[in-house]
């Protein structure tokens, strides 16, 4: 029974010696010059740390809704595309009609300006 | 039943969706105006279609659609009805209101219609997965409008406040839902229930469950302890916003409590009572939380100058009467919370259309600026009278009878000391809701007169006169209530 694991073990222990190994290979022959930005957290384009209350553009959220949306999309795509042969005409026509639905919230997106990242100000017509 | 043969049941939803993608699509065709313009057009008739597919609903037998997601019974189709005639009356509303941005009109309307499917879909969901995703689908568009109006401050206050109460209990709601799923390992309301009672399960984590998803539904009803929120956001939202807000997710918070809690929590023990676990007393429980909420909502409106305030502290006593049609555990019950709503909807829509014709005209929303209305507005002062003794629950008008049938459900199911609270609160309501009467009527005010659109009028007579009519003509509307207390089992 548990000479079945062995082979999980062994896999364990070659990983942990191959990520340590490196690590100390590296230690010792890379040239060492640190200084602060280099030992800052990683934080994509930001200052790691900093208060709480500083304002972002709200059009990150934006986009990153829309990313989200075709993301779902495709999530729903690949089980379909799977079971595709097995249900013929009704699923493929049920698929478009989502699809459709979603076009809609990219013209909609697309014609309000919501892809161009320097967005024009909207003012009200008077 | 499976997906493509639902879809016939599913005819008002799908006008809905399709009514929401022209409205999105004609906002890039087509230039807005104020007024009644196209997107506007668009939306009353999607509405208008929607309603009148909807009554082709109440002859279909009862079944379960969608493979068991959705329920299709007269519950459902009663709700539905609600909803879609509650959102057609606030598109009307709302086209000429000034606090609402013109050239947002589009999305506005669009995110009015996908509220809606989301209160017609919490009506009728039979799974707690597709229950919740209603409830959020509501949810999220509410937030949206709470923070539409024009002026800003007020109206963000109420949008970040609602968003965050909003956040906060359905979030509780979830855990709820997923503690009953351990329990009982499957996401079917009437599975639940099936579990639950063949373990006969008295377990204290059964109570907190349910407790937790009451959060939620109590959030949307506006029943204390979860309240809070209520005056803030209503003082700030816009008024038709507001005026949705207090009937139809309130109607949405009662369509969920009901159908979880008598489908999940009790089972049916015939002659139209419920029987429930013998462990816990779900009466007292709601009698309690009818009694003190009623009596918070009540007493909290007396000192309130503010007229959107005082109303949200009224929809706080009433979703207190509510609680009593809960709380006697019977079909009646049921019924009686049905007619009540369908009587608060007309009475609570035309008191927000008058507080919005003097918050167009005038920007007031104040008491003391209601003084003399009767000499600067006589139909809005008449109107306004009418709603406020329906409001109240005195005859002549269709408050009255509907108090009356969830005073009697209550007495039936022996609470005695429930009915003699919900008496005497409507008593001490009677102080701050004539307070307003006095001020139209008896007091004199600045001379000029305040005009308002003449669609309105039409729209304040159709919205006052069924509050009249109800008082007379009551059975038909209650046997529709009797017929529609019927869930699928």
């Known amino acids: 029974m548990s000479a079945q694991y062995a082979a999980i073990l062994v896999f364990l222990l070659v990983a942990i010696a191959f990520v340590a190994g490196n690590l100390i290979l590296n230690r010792l022959f890379r040239p060492q010059r640190p200084y602060p930005q280099k030992l800052n957290t990683y934080e994509c384009g930001e200052q790691p740390v900093g208060g709480p209350w500083v304002r ?56 309000k300006g919501h892809l161009e990242w320097v967005l024009a100000r909207r003012t009200p017509r008077t | ?87 057609f009356i606030i598109v009307l509303l709302s086209i000429y209101s000034s606090e609402v941005f013109y050239y947002r009109k589009s999305e506005y309307l669009a995110i009015l219609s996908a509220i809606c499917l989301g209160m017609c879909l919490t009506a009728s969901s039979t799974n707690l997965i597709m229950l919740y995703l209603s409830i959020e689908l509501m949810s999220i568009g509410s937030y949206l409008l709470a923070g539409f109006a024009r002026s800003g401050g007020k109206t963000d206050e109420a949008a970040i406040k609602y968003v965050l109460f909003g956040a906060m209990s359905t979030g509780v709601m979830l855990f709820g839902m997923s503690i009953l799923y351990g329990l009982t390992g499957t996401m079917d309301i009437a599975g639940i229930r099936q579990v639950l009672f063949a373990n006969v399960s008295s377990d204290p984590v059964v109570l907190l469950s349910f407790l937790f998803v009451l959060v939620g539904a109590g959030y949307k009803i506006a029943a204390v302890p979860f309240h809070f929120w209520c005056p803030d956001v209503y003082e700030g939202a816009p008024t038709p916003v507001t005026a949705f807000l207090s009937v139809a997710s309130k109607g949405t918070g009662f369509a969920l409590l009901i159908r979880f809690f008598y489908r999940a929590m009790l ?61 006697a555990l019977t079909s009646e019950g049921i019924a009686s919370i049905l007619f009540y709503l369908v009587m608060y909807l007309f009475t609570n829509l035309t008191a927000f259309l008058v507080v919005m014709i003097l918050v167009n ?51 039936h199911s022996g609470l005695y000391w429930l009915v003699v609270v919900a008496v005497l609160n409507s008593v001490v309501s009677l102080y701050y809701y004539f307070r307003i009467v006095r001020a139209m009527f008896l007091e004199t005010g600045p001379d000029t007169a305040i005009s308002h659109q003449p669609v309105y009028e039409t729209v304040l007579v159709l919205l006052a006169a069924p509050i009249l009519l109800l008082m007379i003509f009551f059975g038909p509307v209650l046997r529709l209530a009797q017929y529609c207390a019927q869930m699928l089992p």
């Open chain 2, 267 to 327: 089972q049916p023990a015939g002659e139209g009572t419920w029987s429930s676990l013998p462990a816990i007393d779900w009466m007292l429980l709601f009698a309690i939380l009818s009694a003190v909420t009623m009596t918070a909502g009540n007493l909290g409106a007396m000192p309130q100058r503010n007229i959107k305030r005082l109303l949200a502290y009224s929809a706080i006593a009433h979703a207190g009467y509510l609680l009593m049609g809960i709380a």
């Open chain 2, 1 to 87: 039943m499976d997906n493509l043969s639902s879809l016939s049941y599913f005819i008002p939803e799908l006008t809905l969706t399709v009514t929401l993608l022209l409205v999105l699509c004609s906002d890039l065709l087509h230039r807005e105006q104020e007024g009644l313009d196209f997107p506007a057009w668009l939306a009353l008739v999607g509405m208008f279609v929607a309603f009148v597919a909807h009554f082709g609903l109440y002859g279909k037998p009862a079944v379960s659609l969608f493979e068991g997601m959705i329920a299709h019974d007269p519950f459902a189709v009663f709700f539905k009805g609600f909803f879609i005639f509650c959102t």
């Open chain 2, 361 to 411: 005209r005038t920007g007031e929303d104040e008491i003391p600026s209601y003084r003399g209305l009767w000499q600067r507005a006589p139909l809005p002062a008449v109107v306004m009278a009418i709603a406020l003794i329906s409001l109240t629950g005195l005859p002549p008008t269709a408050g009255f009878v509907g108090k009356l049938y969830l005073f009697i459900a209550a007495w």
């Open chain 1, 56 to 111: 972002f553009n709200i059009r990150f959220y934006i986009v990153a809704i829309i990313f989200i949306i075709f993301d779902v999309e495709v999530l729903f795509l690949f089980p379909w595309a799977v079971v595709y042969k097995d249900l013929g005409l009704f699923a493929f026509v049920e698929m478009f009609i989502f699809l459709l639905i979603l076009t809609v919230g990219l013209a909609y997106v697309w014609k």
